[in-house]
């Protein structure tokens, strides 16, 4: 007989709590500054300075192809980072996915262009980028298993949010910083002003490294290994056989919310400034008054999702997606102030966007047992972001090619990938209240609604 979810859960002291809250809000911070930069970096430098060509699509494709290794490679870091979770511990993994990813983001500062050393340029970057998608694999998987093995479980949604607010706060920074620079004159803005926000991050990494190394274990990993020996771990073996329904469902939601998100936080810049030939401050602009918002809606719907559940809160976010984008991309391609372009984003990434994102952490770590739990939520997002988030800037810039300039299938595109996310969150399960020490799926499932 299982042990009851009542008599094994054990709620960890308010103050181990609130440095897990902070501890997971620097490190995602970090992550998705160093993320974010590259992304918008890709749109507004890199195809002019590291991969110049006389065709501007080509060199925007190519741009946005480095953006894509990341993603390719965050799977292996997700295997790799997710199964030593599983088996050593949250902490140390996540310090080690901090000082990896860090150091590759410092290092984009010194890349040189291509007028300066040729080829080596682009393959320096795309190797430093290869690395940052390593560390980046396990980071928010990372915080958000942590964030959720701390939390009691009537405020896991909301303690869980924190991760994903984090996110946006690096979005947010990263944003700001490439509004500030791009107010330089083009020529000095492309020479050196790009560079300060990259090397800027060694900041970052200096407080989120000193926050984690004071963390204590999650109390969920430690109880869950008392009652696992050692030999029967295998995560990647109980995630690929037990486990991979939930996985699915994992890969469904992070398509619809990856597809969405990069829409606004990457393609849009590249499309204002080289299809609409709007100034280049105009995307940035935008995505950062979106992202100040989807900072609190993102607070909202996880404490909503501990209310109403983890399914209804993410199929809104889907739901309202697929409906707005073609009123999202008339204003943009019909209006095209910058007010208006501000105000669509700021709609498509508070709600669309913070409905999917919210109940994240808390829903993907009720997807998976214990003693896989790092395992399956790493490597099943981290696939979802090389199938969609690393594609989307190229298969939107192709398509409005294709198009004709229009950007009809960029939409369709949206609709479709929504359409997937709905499919497998409204098949998977409601796991409001599980039991996170379950180290069984029949225990695992069984321990839902033990909280009303």
């Not at 501000?342 to 498509?348: D, K, P, Q």
């Not at 199938?387 to 939107?396: E, Q, S, V």
Request: aromatic share 10%; charged share 15%.
């Amino acid at each position: 007989m299982s042990t009851s979810p009542v008599t094994r859960s054990h709620s960890s002291p308010p103050t181990d709590r609130r440095r897990v809250l902070l501890a997971s809000l620097v490190g995602s911070a970090l992550e998705w500054y160093d993320f974010y930069l590259y992304g918008t970096a890709a749109a507004l430098v890199f195809n002019k300075v590291i991969f110049p060509s006389f065709d501007p699509t080509a060199a925007t494709l190519a741009s946005f192809g480095t953006l894509a290794v990341g993603y390719f490679v965050r799977p292996i870091g997700g295997l790799i980072f997710g199964r030593l979770g599983d088996l050593v511990g949250r902490k140390k993994v996540l310090v080690i996915t901090l000082l990896v990813m860090g150091a590759s983001t410092v290092a984009m500062a010194l890349v040189p262009t291509y007028e300066q050393a040729g080829v080596l340029a682009p393959i320096l970057l795309v190797v430093l980028r290869a690395v940052q998608g390593l560390g980046a694999g396990a980071e928010y998987g990372g915080a958000a298993i942590l964030a959720a093995e701390f939390s009691e479980p009537r405020r896991r949604g909301l303690f869980g949010a924190a991760p994903s607010t984090g996110v946006y706060i690096g979005i947010l920074l990263a944003s700001g910083a490439f509004s500030a620079v791009t107010q330089l004159p083009s020529e000095q803005f492309l020479s050196w002003g790009w560079r300060i926000p990259f090397a800027a991050s060694i900041v970052v990494i200096g407080v989120a490294l000193f926050i984690r190394l004071r963390l204590a274990e999650s109390p969920a990993f430690v109880e869950a290994q008392k009652h696992s020996r050692e030999a029967e771990v295998s995560p990647v073996r109980d995630v690929l056989r037990s486990e991979w329904k939930s996985g699915l469902v994992v890969i469904g939601l992070q398509t619809s919310q990856n597809v969405v998100a990069y829409i606004n936080l990457t393609f849009l810049a590249a499309y204002l400034t080289g299809t609409l030939k709007l100034p280049s401050s105009v995307g940035p602009v935008a995505t950062t008054v979106g992202t100040a918002v989807t900072i609190v809606t993102l607070l909202v719907f996880g404490r909503l999702s501990d209310r109403i559940g983890r399914k209804p809160v993410a199929l809104i976010g889907i739901a309202f997606s697929a409906a707005f984008v073609y009123p999202y991309f008339w204003v943009v391609d019909n209006v095209r102030t910058p007010l208006a372009i501000t105000l669509v984003v700021v709609v498509s990434m508070g709600v669309g966007v913070g409905c999917m994102f919210a109940p994240q952490a808390a829903y993907y770590s009720e997807l998976f047992t214990a003693r896989s739990r790092f395992t399956g939520l790493a490597l099943n997002r981290e696939v979802a972001g090389a199938l969609t988030g690393g594609l989307t800037p190229l298969i939107a810039v192709a398509l409005v090619a294709a198009a004709g300039d229009s950007s009809w299938g960029v939409a369709l595109f949206v609709i479709a990938a929504c359409a997937v996310g709905a499919l497998a969150v409204g098949l998977g399960p409601e796991t409001r209240g599980r039991d996170l020490t379950a180290t069984t799926v029949t225990e695992l499932r069984s321990s839902t609604g033990t909280y009303r």
